[in-house]
């Protein structure tokens, strides 16, 4: 495991409660690198590589990992631009090897209930907002890769499509945007800011008059990141393309964000 912060822990947590054995635990840049210039020991059968650092070290430590002959889930963003994850997403194709990116929103009970409303609706707008107060976590990264990526990764694994066009963007700083894009039938309107005075975690679906919103926190049914790593540990590496797909789509709006 690289990256024993609030997520790192989180995994680690779930994974030992299943039976799992952490062989490794890396959480500086040197303990890394010394890590991967080593021989391996303790591995058994399938070598497994959890990755969550700070954003600016993914690209690195995931394609050390695969090369390595790691599969490798990784928190979002995969990398910070596109490119980058095109060359990863290869490599581990390649290698023969998973790549699975973090999205445990993605099994999160309220995915579900989001899901069916979005089915319901069929067209019309979805707004994602995620305000968040200030904290130290995320700050390498622009705040498009470290908050929007995450509802952008979840109205593409909605829409199923590729093709979009951006209709505005406004940059207030770092740590606030607002994005609003064109996907087939839907507008998809995303505001995140991690300098709010107040959380507002809420996804508001709306068509004329008609009006749903979705409260994530209020779907508690399961545990969202034990369901993932169900999925990623049941997964091949030719299952690549269809984890990929969203969480590529995500980071290379999130990127242009960042250029804008």
Same mark, same amino acid.
């Given at each position: 495991?690289?990256?024993?912060?609030?997520?790192?822990?989180?995994?680690?947590?779930?994974?030992?409660?299943?039976?799992?054995?952490?062989?490794?635990?890396?959480?500086? #840049?040197?303990?890394?690198?010394?890590?991967?210039?080593?021989?391996? %020991?303790? +591995?058994? /059968?399938? *070598? &497994?590589? @959890?990755?969550?650092?700070?954003?600016?070290?993914?690209?690195?430590?995931?394609?050390?990992?695969?090369?390595?002959?790691?599969?490798?889930?990784?928190?979002?963003?995969?990398?910070?631009?596109?490119?980058?994850?095109?060359?990863?997403?290869?490599?581990?194709?390649?290698?023969?090897?998973?790549?699975?990116?973090?999205?445990?929103?993605? #099994?999160?009970?309220?995915?579900?209930?989001?899901?069916?409303?979005? %089915?319901? +609706?069929? /067209?019309? *707008? &979805?707004? @994602?907002?995620?305000?968040?107060?200030?904290?130290?976590?995320?700050?390498?990264?622009?705040?498009?890769?470290?908050?929007?990526?995450?509802?952008?990764?979840?109205?593409?694994?909605?829409?199923?499509?590729?093709?979009?066009?951006?209709?505005?963007?406004?940059?207030?700083?770092?740590?606030?945007?607002?994005?609003?894009?064109?996907?087939?039938?839907?507008?998809?309107?995303?505001?995140?800011?991690?300098?709010?005075?107040?959380?507002?975690?809420?996804?508001?679906?709306?068509?004329?008059?008609?009006?749903?919103?979705?409260?994530?926190?209020?779907?508690?049914?399961?545990?969202?990141?034990?369901?993932?790593?169900?999925?990623?540990?049941?997964?091949?590496?030719?299952?690549?393309?269809?984890?990929?797909?969203?969480?590529?789509?995500?980071?290379?709006?999130?990127?242009?964000?960042?250029?804008?």
């Amino acid at each position: 495991m690289i990256g024993m912060g609030v997520m790192g822990k989180r995994h680690k947590e779930r994974l030992l409660k299943k039976g799992f054995e952490i062989v490794q635990e890396l959480d500086s #840049y040197e303990s890394v690198v010394a890590f991967f210039q080593g021989n391996e %020991n303790g +591995f058994l /059968e399938r *070598k &497994i590589l @959890f990755i969550a650092s700070p954003a600016n070290t993914h690209f690195e430590y995931v394609k050390r990992g695969l090369l390595k002959g790691f599969d490798v889930f990784v928190e979002k963003p995969v990398a910070l631009d596109v490119t980058e994850v095109e060359e990863l997403e290869q490599l581990a194709i390649q290698q023969k090897r998973i790549l699975f990116p973090g999205h445990s929103e993605r #099994y999160h009970a309220g995915f579900s209930v989001l899901e069916k409303a979005f %089915n319901d +609706f069929k /067209e019309g *707008k &979805i707004s @994602f907002f995620r305000h968040n107060t200030y904290s130290k976590r995320g700050r390498d990264v622009s705040v498009a890769l470290d908050l929007m990526v995450h509802d952008l990764e979840m109205f593409f694994a909605l829409t199923k499509s590729k093709d979009y066009e951006i209709l505005f963007c406004r940059t207030f700083s770092d740590d606030a945007i607002e994005l609003e894009i064109c996907c087939g039938t839907w507008v998809g309107y995303f505001s995140v800011d991690r300098n709010a005075r107040t959380l507002r975690r809420e996804i508001l679906l709306e068509k004329g008059l008609k009006q749903e919103k979705i409260f994530f926190a209020d779907c508690n049914e399961f545990d969202a990141l034990e369901k993932e790593h169900e999925v990623f540990f049941s997964k091949e590496y030719d299952d690549l393309k269809e984890e990929m797909f969203s969480a590529k789509l995500a980071v290379e709006i999130a990127s242009k964000m960042v250029s804008a």
